[in-house]
């Protein structure tokens, strides 16, 4: 009995914590209509926020929506960094429905 209840929560804890990520955003890149802030994936210099995309997240509603833009109508400008200088860690709602550069841009691909 004793063996099961310890195979029982060593399942338990693996499963539980296997594919756990902390974001701070759930992003959905739209096109301009009904976007809450039009985005410039910029270089590191001069960029307002560094995000570090975790991967997609289809499940979760987005918190925002963002349209990609030039930089001239941008609100925001962003660097997609890796996880050391990230501002914010950030998942994609939507992936499914983006073009390959887009995806490349994000380091999804």
């Known amino acids: ?3 099961i209840l310890g195979i029982a929560l060593l399942g ?8 756990s990520v902390t974001v701070d955003l759930s992003v959905k890149i739209s096109g301009s209509t009904g ?5 410039y994936f910029s270089g590191s210099s ?6 570090y995309v975790v991967g997609e997240c289809n499940h979760l509603s987005p918190d925002v ?3 990609p833009s030039g930089s001239a109508g ?6 997609i960094s890796g996880s050391a200088g ?5 998942c994609i709602s939507n992936p499914d429905q983006l073009d390959q550069e887009m995806l490349e ?5």
């Open 1 to 3: 009995m004793k063996k």
């Open 12 to 19: 338990l804890f693996y499963f539980g914590s296997a594919n």
């Open 35 to 39: 976007a809450d802030a039009w985005v």
């Open 46 to 51: 001069g960029a307002d926020e560094w995000w």
């Open 65 to 67: 929506w963002i349209y």
């Open 74 to 79: 941008a609100d925001k400008w962003v660097y």
């Open 86 to 90: 990230a501002d914010k860690w950030v």
């Open 105 to 109: 841009t994000l380091g999804l691909r």
